[in-house]
């Protein structure tokens, strides 16, 4: 009896498991239209994830939506904004239910994580798509960023390199008339800064990367190209110019540059974060990308740009194998997944790198954009210098923690910090980074 | 415990199996048209009851609780980035490598270390709040309410509080400095050797108004006339306290003993939100499941952090079982209904 009971109930029970199983799976069916299909008058939907979600950058991506569907008729493109910090793992979701429920159109960030994507089969090969407009407008240098094993997988939209953003106020109270370009002047810089009471360096190191980053940009100058692309498949700090990096950051820190507790300073919130001390005058100085500008504005009293605000590219330093004008930068991207109806979808890409979009672009987010006519358009004098250094330097590295993916980035990062904490030794940054592939 | 669970539900199926006339029958009496026999026990309506009543409850726990147990311990198994299916199988190296490494056990000593002072700190400072507490005097209730407040205040309003208070530019240091304490000013949350204290400060500060609820609760059973005896035959306050009140109010002790050890093990929510993703460890605040989100999803690794998550599962389950088993025991002795060991 008793076990009739329970088998009558568990008959129940995995029937109604079954039920809101088909619950859940029902209801998908819009999205991709299922791979390739050349007909331009069958109506396509399309839906774009984006990280802006708020002011001028979302209403770029709605108006360029609209101006899209009205040159192609058939095709539909629905916007949905995620918030930055959500957006990868919803992504990554997303991604691996596959078609219906992954988004056609969505921000690529490139690195390791893009040749996970693609390793799993879940991107589309752009490669042949690319028109002869945008391969003749856009550089290959930020072609570079968006490629695995020289395949094309996502479009690049702008270029962020990385470099001093400075208070020209201060510096001048300081004392210094022309920013520093190698290591002695910019420990000169320091003491100066010191001697008239101002913070020289405001650091985030709560967030690790941009601690992170000095580190980065001393192994751009120590590593040669090379050694950086190699690393990138051993992933393995082998070449002793990784050491060598470390050390240059270990004499520079012992001078005292950061801001008092940087362990516990955030990179962008609120007054206290390392763009807000630059923001309000508290730190003269910090190392950042191209999105510094648009975040120190935000963090400025009165919440507009800080008029004194300036850039000027990373020092050098004497004896490294790595070219002194080569930079180091992100660029952003956006990729087709693998289930997004494939004219439509790299048309729209395409689209995106065109002059006039590419201004909206750049007026939208105060980013460099990545169209060369349209970067003739930038008006703004720090966002000039920035595309200056870029198209000057040599070659452009991607910040190392997205070159070497999430897991070896993870490791590198919090290794860095350590260091700078005075909790680890340069070896253990080598060290680290080596045992990190262990766990990934 | 496990014994009289399964005594528990065999008795509640022969209670279903021969239903009392007062409270099934009613349904059985009144078989439908298909003519079931009246000895089938329970009708199809009250079956459907049952399965209607608690089938959303099972499915939502397999769901998410069941489901995701076992899911953890199959992606443990693998060297897993969360893209694409698990198929590289690397049996157990990833538990090999969580054993051996140093940030893990940095990690796992973090938590012993703050389990322990848990204990130390909260208990004995509880228990005298408590005492206090339940005497009569003036603005009982109030402090009631000030000590109670920070248990009810959600984690992340509390650490971000803390974060900025504590901050080396923070308000704290800021007091210091304006008293003429200046030389008391110290980085709180970044200096490995501040942090712990730090970290323990606020837990306590947090956590406490809940112990001395429990205590209070506790204090409350225990029968006034037990202390008016011992004050009948001379003994003095702390007398009484140390030789009724504390040996009364052992298994609410214990208990709460046993909730502070697991709440200190799974430690989560505070540590993330004032020291981040990053800076936990370097800090020297780290706990395991900080340890576990870091190198887990932090770094992209599913199939390290589902083996980290499984190892985490069995120190608490071993730490929860033996606590059960050597100190607990005394208390649910005798106290739960088992009807076969007599």
Known sequence: MTRKFRAAALVALGASAALAMTACSGGSDNGGNGGSTNDTTKPVTMTLWTNATTGPGAKFFEDTAAAFTQAHPNVTIKIQTVQNEDLDGKLQTALQAGQGTAPDIFLQRGGGKMAAMVDAGQLMDISDSVSADTKASVGAGAFAAEQVEGKTYAMPVDVLPGGFWYSDTLFKKAGITTPPTTIDELNQAVTKLKAANITPIALGAKDAWPAAHWYYWFALRECSQDTLNSTAKTLKFDDECWTKAGNDLKTFADTKPFNNGFLNTSAQQGAGSSAGQVANHKAATELMGAWDPGQIAALTPDQKPLPDLKFTPFIQVPGGKGDPKAIMGGVDGYSCSAWAPKPACTDFLNYLTTKDVQVAYYKAFQAPPVNKDAQAAVTDPIIKATIDAFNQAPYVSQWLDTLYGQNVGNALNTAVVNLLAGKGSVDDIVKSVNNAADKG | ?342
């Open chain 2, 1 to 342: 415990m496990s014994d009289s669970q399964t005594e528990n539900s065999l008795a509640q199926e022969s209670s279903l199996e021969n239903p009392s006339p007062a409270g099934g029958g009613a349904i059985v009496a009144t078989p439908p048209a298909g003519g079931r026999p009246r000895r089938r026990g329970v009708s199809w309506r009250e079956r459907l009851e049952i399965t209607v009543l608690s089938g959303p409850a099972i499915i939502v726990f397999i769901g998410f609780v069941i489901l995701p147990v076992i899911l953890a311990a199959y992606y443990g198994f693998f060297r897993w980035k969360g893209y694409g299916r698990p198929t590289d199988f690397v049996g157990l190296h990833n538990y090999v490598v969580i054993l051996q490494d140093p940030e893990f056990r940095a990690a796992l000593e973090h938590n012993l270390y703050i389990l322990v002072l848990s204990l130390i700190i909260q208990g004995p400072i509880a228990i005298l709040l408590a005492l206090l507490l339940n005497r009569k005097m003036r603005g009982r209730s109030i402090i009631r309410v000030l000590i109670f407040v920070p248990w009810v205040v959600s984690e992340v309003i509390a650490g971000t509080g803390f974060s900025l208070m504590l901050s080396t530019q923070g308000a704290i240091n800021d007091l210091l400095r304006n008293v003429g304490l200046g030389h008391f000013t110290a980085d709180w949350l970044s200096d490995p050797n501040i942090a712990l204290w730090a970290l323990m400060g606020i837990l306590t500060w947090k956590y406490i108004g809940f112990a001395v609820i429990l205590f209070m609760a506790g204090m409350q059973n225990i029968p006034e006339e037990l202390s008016e005896a011992a004050a009948i035959d001379g003994a003095g306050y702390w007398q009484i306290q140390r030789r009724i009140t504390l040996p009364l109010l052992g298994p609410t002790i214990r208990i709460w003993a046993f909730l502070s050890i697991i709440g200190a093990l799974q430690l989560f929510d505070l540590v993330y939100i004032i020291w981040g993703q990053y800076v936990a460890g370097t800090a020297g605040v780290s706990t395991m499941v900080t340890y576990m989100v870091q190198y887990g999803r932090n770094a992209g690794n599913y199939g390290y952090g589902s083996a980290v998550a499984v190892v985490v599962f069995f120190i608490s389950l071993i730490v929860a079982l033996g606590y059960q088993r050597f100190v607990l025991r005394r208390d649910t002795e005798g106290a739960l209904t088992d009807g076969g060991k007599k």
